[in-house]
């Protein structure tokens, strides 16, 4: 049998800030809508992450950090004491497999509707301008709701639900958080001047539109500690919601990063294209370039193969690979990888819905 941990350091162990991890393979979050409107995660959900504790970290499935900022049917929550009891099941099967677990902190807002907010409110957003597309409620796909316009004044109590949820977090266990700030959810859509048209301080200039992302980050890291907390970026992606690229990618994303910089973040987890498709990037953006200014640990993702994951880490542009549908029909992903043995592909209608089938049913391989 072949052993590549020869050939590549990607099954040595290293440091994300204070987390430890055992290989720099990451299971990047995947949503898969197993959790009912409580949005508290359970035995099904603590099977699933141990299953994949060889990762070398695991970022859990976007979690709701409040009932506004939910945008799926089905996704978890971590503002509640149940939804905290709920996920200390996860977190101490994933640490008893001899795994890291982080909770990824999201807030939507405007991909949603009014059927997933509380009292049917509209959704909020830095401005009052509908994505493109559908919402998944429990009543099917509906076209997203116009959102409503976030209020100066609100902006605080956003911040302080991230630190509640972080808090949260904590009690239940996990080894860090990520903050979401990427794929066109509320802070993305504060960066980005496509769906950003405020004339407040969190509006206009670059500085006043990472405002809240740096706001968020620095409320966090007041709960966990800085090198407890990463943070994922997706500057080109246009999901969700058909989103517009900002106008302005490289400066706009380039100073987040120099300030992000400034708190020594445990981890960049950077989406590297289009989430979930194309690594291709429009004209004038150079994500590497964007990578090359962040000074602490970097996790690659989108569209990696082993190939890609030796060739990059071999030439040193990532400390970790994220690898995410991959781990849905592998839960030994590390193992396959590293030994050279085949790869399961799960069926696409697993992805989301349904309980334990195509979830928690693809087996390890008997080495
Ligand atoms: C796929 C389906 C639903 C949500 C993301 C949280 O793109 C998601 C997501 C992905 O970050």
Redesign the pocket.
């Known amino acids: 049998m072949v052993d590549y941990s020869k050939a590549t350091d990607l099954f040595s162990p290293t440091r994300l800030g204070a987390i430890k991890v055992s290989n720099r393979i990451a299971m990047a979050?995947l949503?898969r809508s197993r959790v009912g409107d409580d949005g508290v995660p359970g035995d099904l959900q603590a099977t699933y992450y141990a299953q994949r504790a060889g990762a070398g970290l695991i970022v859990s499935e976007?979690t709701n950090i409040s009932a506004e900022g939910r945008g799926?049917a089905m996704t978890p929550g971590i503002w509640t004491d149940e939804q905290v009891a709920g996920w200390r099941k996860v977190t101490d099967a994933v640490h008893a497999a001899g795994g890291k677990i982080v909770n990824q902190l999201?807030h939507v807002g405007r991909i949603s509707h009014v059927d997933l907010q509380p009292n049917g409110q509209l959704p909020v957003a830095p401005s009052a301008i509908a994505a493109e597309g559908k919402a998944f409620t429990n009543n099917g796909f509906v076209d997203f709701s116009t959102p409503r316009a976030l209020e100066t004044d609100e902006i605080p109590r956003i911040v302080s639900d991230y630190a509640h949820a972080a808090k949260m977090a904590k009690a239940a266990g996990f080894d860090g958080v990520e903050v979401?700030s990427?794929?066109s959810?509320l802070l993305d859509q504060f960066i980005r001047d496509s769906t950003n048209r405020r004339t407040d301080a969190y509006g206009g200039s670059i500085e006043n539109r990472t405002r809240l992302t740096l706001e968020v980050v620095e409320a966090v890291v007041g709960v966990w500690g800085h090198d407890r907390v990463g943070i994922r970026l997706s500057p080109t992606t246009p999901?969700?919601g058909n989103t517009p690229p900002d106008s302005n990618v490289m400066a706009t994303y380039g100073y987040l990063i120099e300030k992000l910089n400034n708190f020594e973040l445990a981890y960049m987890h950077f989406v590297e294209g289009d989430?979930g498709g194309s690594r291709k990037t429009p004209q004038g953006v150079d994500l590497d370039a964007l990578r090359a200014l962040f000074t602490g640990p970097y996790i690659g993702n989108n569209g990696y193969d082993f190939e890609l994951a030796k060739s990059r880490r071999g030439a040193g542009l990532v400390d970790m690979v994220a690898f995410g549908r991959p781990f849905i029909g592998n839960p030994d992903l590390i193992t396959r990888l590293r030994y050279g043995l085949a790869l399961t592909e799960a069926p696409k209608e697993a992805y989301?819905g349904g309980g334990a089938e195509g979830y928690i049913d693809f087996a390890a391989t008997v080495l």
Do not use: Q, R, S
Request: proline share 8%.
């Open positions: 979050p949503t976007a799926y999201w979401h990427a794929n959810y999901d969700a989430t989301y």
